[in-house]
């Protein structure tokens, strides 16, 4: 019976030292924050994630500062998105506003700022928001931005339900009959 009350006990100071370390492990995920488009300025390196195929609404537009210690870096295949280095504020503006409107329900795009842990600027988000009329939702998107080293790792996709909806028709399971 000592045994199993020392052993219990072991466990139990090893969970506690296990709880107390991931609480002290520094968060890196990103925070994004909304911004006008006239507040934007500089030089940037242009992410265009989707448009893959006519009626994909999994589109976004990310604005990485050129000059920055920092790089995004997609988790999807080279396919998936395309890169436009050097471009100035102005013309990624109006490239990255056109870009995500591609969808026919698209209703505005909403802006946003990409900070780091200490609150810095390092780029931006542009995504589409669309009628809610038909995906019951405005935004569709789910974007996780957090940083391994200086690199800003970024993964897109769609919100579960919308994903659920549009790609698991039960007409198509294979018990229908």
């Known amino acids: ?14 969970l506690f030292l296990l709880i107390s370390l991931a609480s002290c492990v520094k968060s ?14 500089g030089t940037f390196t242009l992410i265009l ?6 009626g994909d609404i999994e589109n976004v537009a990310i604005l990485d500062i050129e000059g920055d210690k920092y790089t995004f870096e997609v988790f999807a295949p080279d396919f998936d998105y395309k890169l436009r280095t050097r471009v100035p504020a102005e013309e990624a503006i109006k490239i990255a506003e056109g870009f995500i409107a591609s969808y026919g329900s698209f209703k505005y795009p909403q802006i946003s700022q990409i900070k780091d842990l200490n609150g810095n600027v390092i780029g931006y988000e542009f995504r589409p928001l669309y ?3 038909e995906f019951g939702t405005f935004d569709v998107l789910d974007i996780d931005y957090w940083l391994e080293g200086n690199k800003v790792k970024v993964r897109i996709g769609l919100i579960p339900e919308i994903r659920q909806r549009l790609f698991n028709d039960e007409s198509f399971s294979s018990d229908s009959q």
Do not use: C, V, W
């Not at 890196?28 to 300025?41: A, F, K, M, V, Y």
């Open 1 to 14: 019976m000592k045994k199993i009350i020392h052993n219990f006990t072991i466990i139990i100071i090893a």
């Open 28 to 41: 890196s995920g990103l925070i994004t924050e909304e911004i006008r488009s006239d507040r934007i300025s």
């Open 49 to 54: 994630y989707g448009a893959r195929f006519s």
């Open 131 to 133: 009628h809610p009329s």
